[in-house]
């Protein structure tokens, strides 16, 4: 089995690590459906807990189909996470090709001193396995 590709970034104290992977038991390619899941840690390396509050989220597929996603939290939550502790959650993402790439932010806000900051995902790529084999 192959090993995954984590694709990771550090700004403003949190660190954010992604893993995409190619969900081919949802997918259709002869239809152009392609569904993708990505599991993201969130690490809090700032000396307060801090709380998601939003998600932005911009999805870039290679027929130049561009989306973006705007919400509260992540899957239904709005998770706080003190300081050395982290955050995991699973998503999904349907694209109508067989390679694309998400990039986004998160706004968190400091549960000590109330300020809002954003924290960069770091650009990933989506890529349909069943093209390599």
């Not at 995954?4 to 403003?12: A, G």
């Not at 893993?19 to 949802?26: H, R």
């Not at 982290?86 to 968190?108: A, D, L, Q």
Request: glycine share 6%.
């Amino acid at each position: 089995m192959e090993n995954p590709r984590i694709y990771t970034q550090t700004s403003s104290g949190i660190q954010i690590s992604v893993v995409p992977k190619f969900i081919s038991k949802d997918s259709n390619p002869a239809i152009g459906k392609f569904i993708f899941s990505y599991d993201v840690e969130m690490v809090n390396t700032r000396k307060n807990t801090v709380k998601l509050l939003n998600r932005h989220w911009f999805i870039y597929e290679s027929i130049l189909i561009k989306r973006e996603v705007k919400g509260e939290g992540v899957v239904g939550v709005q998770p706080e996470i003190a300081p050395g502790e982290s955050f995991h959650y699973t998503s999904w993402c349907p694209i109508n090709s067989s390679m694309g790439k998400m990039v986004g932010k998160y706004e968190f806000i400091d549960e000590v001193s109330k300020e809002k900051f954003s924290v960069q995902i770091p650009e990933f790529i989506l890529t349909a396995d069943f093209i390599l084999n």
